[in-house]
């Protein structure tokens, strides 16, 4: 019997290679009595923003007096805070539990780390009663351990070229596998704006009897002090201020309209803004301090990278520390990020898929500097505006090396 959840947690992470697909973890599902279709579910797929939409609509439901779970990855302070009710972690005592309960079952049935994952929330939201549960999906979607879902509503954020070796190599292959997730019990709504993207996903709604809904025009944008704007009739008010949360933020007011709309969810505008103006995402524009100023922002990807540089138009003199996972299109990242400053430090983190920086080592305007606890050191003597960005795993090292 476990005792630790450090026990656990290692055990988990061990399995991230493992399982036999989705047909395979839907049977072992209902060989434990199905619990995820005990559940008002919302499933959120998409490139980029998932994180945030997720949270998004989350803020928004738990404004309106409901209690709501949330499935989120990758973890960014501890495994835990990828299941939260009401944005508190996974108790620490009932995740031991579930696991001592469960865990002969995992070997069985040959689990992987992110099948053991979805299980736990499904489980963990059904013992608490959660009025509703929004799932972030891991990667694509038509594979992913969350689409044995059966939810009240599907949401695509976009569609961005990442991954590319196990979804596709065009915009139109990776929608394919996002719009695995579209079903017949659930209309679907995309903040997505590429034709080819959109076509995909209509075919497939059309397919399965339901409707796409696209956002309606943002309107009267200001990013002086606070991010605000105009959405349907609303006047949104965002604690970030970067420009990518505007969509994003549209995005979950969007869905949580046409959940309202069917009358699956009863909540006030005024429950809507104070839920958006309340969401907070950490690891996404996220400033750690003020002189100098340093933003930490996961942008994993090179539509990441563009949408970080785009929301950092109004900051000057700007000094970047990069590090990225080793098969990510890191040259075309490098471009970007090379569009708004020179000076552009990168370094390595401790995963085994992180990039080593020895092969940019020909490239003479960028700064190496192997340790990021010393990159790190060496950024913050700079009198500049710093920008940490890269892997989301890198974002969470030093997010957790900074605070302590």
């Known amino acids: 019997m476990f005792t630790k959840a450090e026990e656990i947690i290692q055990l988990i992470e061990g399995r991230k290679n493992r399982g036999y697909g989705l ?21 959120v797929a998409g490139t980029n923003g998932k994180g945030s939409t997720t949270n998004d609509i989350r803020s ?17 302070i501890t495994h835990l805070d990828r299941i939260r009710i009401n944005d508190m972690y996974m108790d620490e ?10 865990y002969e079952s995992w070997l069985t049935w040959d689990l992987s780390m992110f099948e ?23 990667l694509g979607g038509r594979k992913d351990a969350t689409n044995i879902l059966e939810p009240l509503i599907s949401v695509i954020t976009n569609i961005g070229l990442d991954h590319m070796e196990l979804l596709g190599d065009t915009y139109a292959k990776i929608a394919e596998e996002k719009a695995g997730i579209i079903k017949a019990c659930a209309d679907v709504v995309s903040a997505e704006t590429r034709a080819d993207c959109l076509d995909v996903f209509l075919k497939h709604a059309d ?12 309107c009267d944008l200001s990013t002086n002090l606070q991010t605000v704007f105009t959405y349907r009739h609303l006047q949104v008010t965002l604690a970030s201020m970067a420009n990518y949360q505007i969509r994003n933020a549209a995005l979950a007011l969007e869905t949580i309209w046409r959940l309202r709309e069917k009358r699956l969810v009863e909540i006030k505008d005024a429950q809507i803004l104070a839920g958006l103006r309340k969401a907070v995402w950490i690891g996404r524009f996220e400033i750690m301090q003020k002189d100098p100023i340093v933003i930490l922002d996961g942008a994993h990807n090179p539509d990441g990278i563009q949408a970080l540089c785009n929301s950092l138009q109004g ?6 520390l ?7 299109n890191f040259e075309t990242m490098l471009s970007i990020l090379e569009t708004i400053t020179s000076d552009i430090t990168i370094t390595h983190f401790d995963n085994e898929r992180s990039l080593d920086i020895r092969c940019l080592k020909n490239r003479k305007q960028l700064h190496l500097i192997e ?24 974002i969470s090292e030093i997010r957790q090396f900074w605070q302590k």
Request: some cysteine; hydrophobic content about 40%; proline content about 2%.
């Open 322 to 328: 990069f590090s990225v996972l080793k098969d990510k």
């Open 315 to 320: 900051y000057d003199d700007i000094a970047v």
């Open 116 to 138: 053991i994952d979805m299980m736990l929330a499904c489980i963990y939201f059904e013992r608490h009663h959660v009025d509703y549960a929004v799932f972030e999906v891991s």
């Open 60 to 76: 928004m439901l738990q404004e309106a007096g409901y209690c709501v779970g949330s499935f989120t990855s990758p973890y960014m």
């Open 207 to 218: 397919a399965q009897g339901v409707k796409l809904y696209t956002l309606e025009p943002i």
């Open 23 to 43: 047909m395979h973890f839907k049977d072992y599902m209902k060989s434990i009595g199905d619990p995820q279709k005990k559940l008002k579910s919302i499933h």
């Open 371 to 394: 340790d990021y606890h010393a990159a790190l050191t060496y950024m913050l003597k700079k009198k500049k505006t710093i920008v940490i960005t890269g892997s989301l795993y890198f």
């Open 93 to 102: 005592k009932e995740f031991i539990e579930i696991a001592n309960t469960y």
